[in-house]
């Protein structure tokens, strides 16, 4: 693919297409939202349960800033299915006709089309087809071919994940610190389940919160919602989820513990030298406006007969404070560390124009100075390494990284 064909193609986050949809097409969410609003929406899908806070700079057309980290949990429907599936197949188990794995996956998926979907808490059983002979054997629960599972059974699938959910929405609102959420927006495939929108009500009730979700398919949202906000464009601020830099090189300090036993080198000057040590351009919890560049400088000095093409590491770090360096003193990437690409360009102007010095050691060698820009737009980020000559900006080509 093309750098051209590339740049047409644009990414946005589940949570941000879903509030896109939530507001755009169901007048219960959209009732009650203003200018200032802080809306938290919850994603709650198939694996994973995401949650983003945004505020609300202008109602129409919309336009939001995202004013919390988004935070991620492993909860969602899928982990109903694998509690059913082992309540299914051990009640076939020993039967001579349906003890085996294609009709244990038969009734999974009856289960999830229907038992699932249509639980709502108050049924004494639920109902499983997994015999099409229509057979009961009442040793098995089974009556006419079809599974009975009790209603403690069928919430022992379900209430662990909807803890898991309310648990992650108590943390994000205690990290959310000053702020005041108004509205809580459900969407996704698990919130579909009446039993689960129920529980998440009540739990949000109590706390004298406020919980709605959009009318029609919730699974559907993300798609829907994703091309709404490709006609508004509407989250205009976001927040790092993550510090963004490259690497640099250190001045070697025997006394250092973190240097010392690191590998070192000398540079054209003579001066001795360690690599792998980290430089922050962007910081983890900075807010930042789409589009808009960040840059860190950087320089290296260039012999005569050096290569003028430099390549720079893009990492990311998870944590909270990054350390000194980004690699262990073996070589290994430090934990928390993601790499994100490689960010690559020519100096050959650059040097042409630059003044030569003179090495201690009697050497020529020229002193360039560039900058590495981030921007970042919407899930993408766009790394470019830029320098001056003659007054104005030279910019290489960019690479682009997904945030992860």
Same mark, same amino acid.
Request: charged share 25%; net charge neutral.
């Given at each position: ?29 959209? =009732? ?17 349960? =995401? ?8 109602? +129409? ?114 990290? +959310? ?73 250190? =001045? ?122 981030? +921007? ?5 980020? +766009? ?22």
């Amino acid at each position: 693919m093309s750098a051209g064909e590339r740049s047409k193609i644009r990414f946005v986050s589940e949570g941000e297409a879903a509030i896109h949809y939530a507001i755009g097409h169901s007048p219960s969410v959209y =009732d009650g939202i203003r200018l200032g609003s802080i809306l938290l929406i919850c994603d709650a899908g198939g694996g994973t349960t =995401d949650i983003g806070i945004y505020k609300v700079r202008s109602v +129409s057309p919309l336009y939001l800033e995202e004013v919390a980290r988004p935070r991620c949990r492993i909860a969602g429907g899928v982990f109903v299915n694998e509690a059913a599936r082992k309540h299914i197949k051990y009640q076939l188990r020993g039967s001579a006709r349906l003890d085996n794995e294609e009709c244990i996956v038969n009734a999974v998926r009856e289960f999830e089309r229907t038992a699932k979907r249509m639980f709502k808490g108050s049924e004494i059983n639920s109902l499983v087809k997994v015999d099409s002979s229509g057979q009961s054997d009442e040793s098995r629960n089974i009556h006419r071919g079809r599974l009975r599972i009790p209603r403690a059974k069928m919430m022992s699938f379900f209430d662990p994940l909807i803890k898991l959910v309310a648990q992650e929405l108590q943390d994000t609102l205690v990290s +959310s610190g000053a702020l005041v959420v108004d509205k809580i927006i459900l969407v996704g495939g698990f919130a579909e389940s009446e039993y689960v929108y129920s529980e998440l009500k009540t739990w949000a009730n109590k706390r004298g919160l406020e919980l709605a979700k959009p009318d029609g398919v919730l699974s559907k949202a993300i798609s829907h919602g994703a091309l709404t906000w490709h006609l508004e464009s509407g989250v205009q601020l976001r927040v790092a989820k993550m510090h963004y830099g490259a690497e640099t090189d250190l =001045d070697y300090v025997a006394q250092d513990p973190e240097i010392h036993d690191r590998r070192t080198f000398q540079n054209i000057l003579g001066q001795w030298r360690v690599r792998h040590g980290w430089n922050t351009i962007v910081s983890k919890n900075s807010r930042i406006r789409i589009g808009e560049e960040h840059a860190a400088c950087f320089h290296h000095e260039f012999g005569q007969n050096d290569s003028f093409i430099v390549e720079m590491e893009l990492y990311a770090y998870r944590w909270e404070e990054p350390p000194a360096f980004f690699k262990t003193k073996d070589g290994g990437l430090v934990d928390g560390f993601v790499h994100l690409g490689t960010v690559k360009a020519n100096l050959t102007q650059c040097f042409e124009a630059a003044p030569y010095c003179i090495a201690p050691s009697g050497k020529k060698y020229k002193r360039l100075d560039y900058q590495i820009c981030l +921007s970042f737009d919407e899930i993408e980020i +766009s790394a470019r390494l830029r320098w001056k000559t003659n007054k104005s900006y030279k910019y290489g080509e960019a690479t682009i990284a997904y945030d992860v």
